[in-house]
């Protein structure tokens, strides 16, 4: 991650991902649709965010309002953070579900005192691979979303969103639309004067004109006693399952409608991350999960559950690092007026 402040209220903010060079056949994230090993035909691109930013554009002639101009490659002004800046190591079953990422964007943005408004233009379509950057002839603006986000007291953060989405699964654009709906709650404060953390959400996306319909309920929280860490997450999910090429790849790219049924993953994630040891800057913290869960077929559907997954109830561990250097991580999915705080000297280290 990279954030440059530059002249006249710009800002660069650059994200990469590696993924597609580690990680290339997908994550081993069960139920995670979007880019799992199953579902998708990618992890996330290799450049996630690039995105140039003119924040309070008409500076002391709107008073104590702000409005900002983001375009670029990055998030749709809809739903929660990534995940990657959250607590939890673990992608949830409904990334796809709850954000709207790697599009080519153009957003507005207006905030006064703890109220924020957002509008942004994009492509609807996802890409396909690691390498491949969005569709803007003939896509780019086929797509919007809004999002207001309400601050009633210092550190609660409420927003509601909605999206239409313009064939997301087909990128010359002849397959189904979506539309999305996202409420949320996060709090970052003091508990038992300990740092903590915690979010709920609840999504809600509407395919082919309402023929399929998906929705998905997360609560995740944090807390920080000493230099230790616990987390914890619930959700649960109703997700698509569609025509599959092999045990383990789903058709890509969409030449039809191809969902055959839904199903929906409840899992639960414990976590723990010790003290990070820190030497010259670089600071590496050691992380370890558990996830407990159970997916069930939802109706009909053309498909046999264990044939699909094996069974109905799974469980996955994680060991793993966590390196950092510099200024911690942003919230990714929120430009210029859309963060609170002074300007330009937004920073979440959640």
Sequence with gaps: ??????????????????????????????????????????PHTYLHELLLTADDLLGDADGTA?????????????????????????YPVNHHLAQILERAVAIVAVRRGGVSGEIGLFNGDEPERPGQWPRIGGRFGDSWAAR????????????????????PEHRPGAG??????????????????????????????????????FSSLLAEGA???????????????ERPEEQRVSAFRSLRPHLENSILGITRWTTHTAGYSAPSLERKGIAVQPIAEISLGRVAKIGGGLFDLRQLYGRKTFWTWTLGVRVGFGGGTHRMGRYGAALSGPLHRHRDDT
């Design 148 to 167: 207001l986000t309400v601050e009633p007291i210092a550190g609660l953060e409420v927003q509601g969103s909605r999206a239409h989405v313009h064939s």
């Design 1 to 42: 991650m990279l954030r440059v402040l530059g002249p006249s209220r710009l800002t660069l903010l650059a994200t990469a991902s590696l993924e597609g060079a580690t990680m290339g056949r997908g994550e081993l994230a069960p139920g995670a649709w979007g880019e799992g090993f199953v579902d998708r035909r990618h």
């Design 176 to 213: 189904t639309d979506q539309a999305k709906w996202s409420v949320s709650a996060r709090w970052e404060g003091e508990l038992r004067q300990r740092p903590t953390y915690a979010l709920v959400e609840w999504a809600r996306t509407s395919e082919a004109a309402g023929f399929f319909v």
């Design 66 to 90: 702000r409005i900002s101009l983001a375009g670029g490659k990055g998030f749709a002004p809809f739903g929660t953070d990534d995940p990657m800046s959250r607590p939890v190591l673990r």
């Design 223 to 237: 807390w920080v006693g000493g230099r230790h860490r616990l987390h914890y997450r619930f959700e649960r999910t």
